[in-house]
């Protein structure tokens, strides 16, 4: 999921359903839970993300950690 947002730019739900083939609501999921932990922000800011409102909205990764998170990824 962090791949499919990528590191600089900001992506909309739809697009990111695209990259990764997941089911809305599992994706709406797993979004809330990644904003929750704080890792991704969305565009406007929620705390929340409702099925309705995810393909609509985009996400981004939170700066604060885009350095530990890039690390992680290509450590593999």
């Given at each position: 999921m962090v791949?499919?947002?990528?590191?600089?730019?900001?992506?909309?739900?739809?697009?990111?359903?695209d990259?990764t083939?997941m089911?809305?609501d599992?994706?709406?999921?797993?979004?809330?839970?990644?904003?929750?932990?704080g890792f991704?922000?969305?565009?406007?800011?929620?705390?929340?993300?409702?099925?309705a409102?995810?393909?609509?909205?985009a996400f981004?990764?939170?700066?604060?950690?885009?350095?530990?998170?890039r690390?992680?990824?290509y450590?593999?």
């Amino acid at each position: 999921m962090v791949r499919a947002i990528g590191f600089t730019q900001t992506m909309i739900g739809t697009e990111i359903q695209d990259h990764t083939r997941m089911e809305p609501d599992d994706l709406t999921e797993t979004l809330n839970s990644l904003i929750s932990a704080g890792f991704i922000e969305s565009v406007p800011y929620s705390e929340e993300i409702q099925l309705a409102e995810m393909p609509v909205t985009a996400f981004e990764l939170n700066p604060a950690y885009t350095h530990e998170l890039r690390k992680a990824l290509y450590r593999r």
